[in-house]
T-cell receptor, first 111, second 119 residues
Framework: GQNIDQPTEMTATEGAIVQINCTYQ??????LFWYQQHAGEAPTFLSY????GLEEKGRFSSFLSRSKGYSYLLLKELQMKDSASYLC????????????FGPGTRLSVLP | GAVVSQHPSWVICKSGTSVKIECRSL??????MFWYRQFPKQSLMLMAT?????????EQGVEKDKFLINHASLTLSTLTVTSAHPEDSSFYIC???????????????FGDGTRLSIL
């Protein structure tokens, strides 16, 4: 089966750093993706990891540990516009299959 | 980068009406597209996988006779909600991925979504 877990909600202060965790148990693994979704809008791609370690992209970084089935998204220097839902998604091993999405974490950035 | 276009963005119609939503890949060919539904404050729920030239694969609990999917070309998939009722009101989103193999780690690209309101 496929199971992905994320915290439901998180709150942080403008300028701070926040880490959003994602744990997964899937029948296969060929990459983990993070998406940002603002209310009423479609998800937008943020980052992906296919090998263990940290991938940095400006204020956003994503980490993966395949042996632990664990990833996190790190957001630095939080801005009000970062208030959104963050979706963790795993691509199963078989070519052509859909991504499996987690439930999403709603992040609220407070002034 | 890859772009997915989805139309219409907003539909309001009477109960019993059928509504067609289009999903186009603008600068790449998509042999597979995905249709999702999302209710307020909930995550994406995969409805079906649309395969070019063949029947769509529906997720458990999704009525294939109610949600008709047609993927007639490599750049277009359509979702038709037949005889829509208020409980079908939701945010419908399509996605596609560039399968050309130039980059096997391409993410899925999403359309802007269609907000469907059935009165």
């Amino acid at each position: 089966g496929q199971n992905i877990d994320q915290p439901t909600e998180m709150t942080a202060t403008e300028g701070a750093i926040v880490q959003i965790n994602c744990t997964y148990q899937t029948s296969g693994f060929n990459g983990l993706f993070w998406y940002q979704q603002h209310a009423g809008e479609a998800p937008t791609f943020l980052s992906y990891n296919v090998l263990d370690g940290l991938e940095e992209k400006g204020r956003f970084s994503s980490f993966l540990s395949r042996s632990k089935g664990y990833s996190y998204l790190l957001l630095k220097e939080l801005q009000m516009k970062d208030s959104a839902s963050y979706l963790c998604a795993v691509r199963p091993h078989n070519y052509g299959q859909n991504f499996v999405f987690g439930p999403g974490t709603r992040l609220s950035v407070l002034p | 980068g890859a772009v997915v276009s989805q139309h219409p963005s907003w539909v309001i119609c009477k109960s019993g009406t059928s509504v067609k939503i289009e999903c186009r890949s603008l600068d790449f060919q998509a042999t597979t597209m995905f249709w999702y539904r999302q209710f307020p404050k909930q995550s994406l729920m995969l409805m079906a996988t649309s395969n070019e030239g063949s029947k769509a694969t529906y997720e458990q609990g999704v009525e294939k006779d109610k949600f008709l999917i047609n993927h007639a070309s490599l750049t277009l998939s359509t979702l038709t909600v037949t005889s829509a009722h208020p409980e079908d009101s939701s945010f419908y989103i399509c996605s596609a991925r560039d399968w050309t193999g130039r980059d096997s780690n391409q993410p899925q690209h999403f359309g802007d979504g269609t907000r469907l309101s059935i009165l």
